[in-house]
């Protein structure tokens, strides 16, 4: 008898994931012979397990070579979220280590489930194979269903946990019924067997395609909070600990674009006439429900929240655009958006007190002049936000429309652009609370809490350099996109 030959793996494929792995393994058992202020070293175990990922992927990038192994690729693309979600973890947690002296919170636990929800990011960005994207869509998803409701004396971290719970297994299933479409109408659930399959589909295949596209789209709708799959996403951020919203704002939105992009824009290229369309109406939707909605908001969270769904919105642009200019545009966005907005719940985080979180606008009041960095801060990341050049938030959406005009979208971005308008308003109405209406409550000096306070220094200093010298991150992000169309 002929023995079965195992297949061979290629094991630098799987190495960033398998240092992330090993470091959440680490930071867990570490966390049983640690006890007391000891325990801040359980922080610093899982940003220099970060780092040290994140110094392997560097090691690895080639924009003009991939290889793959299992329904893993390991292509520029994949190395370049790898970098992103590197950043964004390490960034939350660096600010969480402050954070949690005021939430009573359970630090082995919170560090370690942080950074397998990395682990599931990052094979979301890898995978080349729909199984592959579902399996780390849900280790990713787990972990961050059980940080919103880490902050169990709260009933609202509870709360926003069961909802996120609840609405987000709705909408993987939706996920799986994509996928068992797409297996039925081409064979397989490999992208590139589905992208060959989309070439070659005619009759029922075309449309079990076309139906299995349509689910795929509200699986990651939910994820990338697109309106109408928004519900979950203001209650979430606003029940979930400041920090892990945070997370949930950049980390999770990034991973769920990546396999957004790599399945639409390149798997289902073929297919761009159908689902553009789709996305072309579900970028309005979302812009402008976000933006307007966001105007009503007197609680800091809610409107970020909003604003983060409004942010999503730009980022379908990019998705109409499509090509290696809109996915290119996107990456950047995406970058941009983790140091802008991680910075401004760093300042929403260092605001709050224990038993005072301080989430409302009017808390803000005065901010400005009693505790001049917050206020500086917070002024950076709200321009950012809004658009407003030098910063990185400009660049991002100077890349993301000159592609969509590029493709041809021009009404597209002339609503994405009034809607910039609109935002400008509300990100400008916390700055004239800052500094414009005095204000009585008392807010606690950054410097007391070192590390939030060096986040947010490395927060504002990203989103000023990379908006003053955006064009090396620009061409990174851009041939990565690239090697993912080689």
């Keep these: 008898m002929t023995p079965i030959a195992a297949p061979s793996i290629q094991w630098l494929v799987l190495l960033p994931a398998m240092v992330a792995t090993a470091t959440a393994l680490l930071v867990m058992v570490s966390d049983l012979f640690l006890e007391g202020p000891d325990r801040d070293g359980l922080g610093w175990v899982g940003i220099a397990g970060l780092i040290v990922t994140a110094v392997v992927s560097i090691t690895l990038w080639n924009p003009h070579h991939s290889s793959s192994t299992g329904g893993m690729a390991l292509d520029a693309y994949a190395v370049f979220f790898n970098l992103l979600f590197c950043l964004a973890a390490g960034l939350t947690i660096l600010m969480s280590m402050s954070y949690l002296e005021e939430t009573d919170i359970r630090v082995g636990d919170y560090y370690t489930l942080i950074v397998f929800a990395t682990v599931g990011m990052m094979v979301m ?76 589909a005619t009759g029922d295949q075309r449309l079990y395609l076309e139906i299995g596209m ?23 951020y606003e029940g979930a600990p400041t920090s892990i919203t945070a997370l949930m704002a950049v980390g999770v939105k990034a991973a769920a674009f990546a396999a957004f992009a790599r399945v639409f824009l390149h ?43 409004a942010h999503a919105g730009y980022l379908l642009v990019g998705m109409v655009a499509g090509g290696a200019a809109g996915g290119g545009a996107i990456l950047f966005y995406l970058l941009a958006y983790t140091v802008m907005n991680l910075g401004a719940f760093g300042v929403v985080m260092a605001l709050g007190r224990r038993g005072e979180p301080n989430e409302l606008l009017d808390d803000y009041a005065g901010v400005g002049f009693r505790q001049p960095f917050l206020g500086f801060a917070m002024t950076v990341f709200m321009l950012s936000l809004a658009g407003v050049p030098p910063l990185v938030g400009f660049a991002g959406k100077y890349f993301l429309f000159a592609a969509a005009v590029k493709a041809g979208y021009v009404g597209l971005v002339v609503i994405a652009v009034l809607n910039s308008v609109v935002s400008v308003y509300y990100y400008i109405g916390v700055i004239v609370k800052m ?19 060096a ?27 690239v090697s993912l169309l080689s």
């Design 125 to 200: 960005a890898a995978a080349t194979d729909l199984i592959l994207i579902f399996l780390g869509l849900e280790v990713m998803s787990m972990a961050v269903y059980v940080l919103a409701g880490i902050w169990r004396r709260q009933l609202r971290s509870t709360e926003a946990a069961l909802k996120y719970f609840l609405l987000g297994a709705f909408a993987t299933g939706f996920l799986l019924f994509g996928i068992a479409l797409m297996y039925g109408a081409t064979g397989s659930t490999a992208l590139a067997d589905i992208a060959a399959g989309v070439s070659q």
């Design 455 to 481: 986040g947010m220094l490395l927060a504002v200093a990203g989103t000023i350099l990379l908006g003053i010298f955006p064009s090396g991150a620009f061409e990174m992000a851009h041939r990565a996109f």
């Design 267 to 309: 798997a289902l290229a073929g297919m761009a006439a159908d689902w553009s369309q789709v996305v072309w109406i579900l970028a309005v939707l979302t812009m402008t429900v976000g933006n307007v909605v966001a105007l009503l908001q007197q609680n800091i969270k809610r409107m970020l929240a909003y604003s983060s769904i």
């Design 435 to 453: 500094y414009m209406i005095e204000g009585k409550a008392e807010v606690p000096a950054p410097i007391t809490r070192p590390y939030l306070f």
């Design 214 to 236: 349509g689910f795929l789209l509200v699986g990651f709708g939910f994820k990338v909070a697109a309106v109408p799959f928004h519900a979950w996403a203001p209650d979430v």
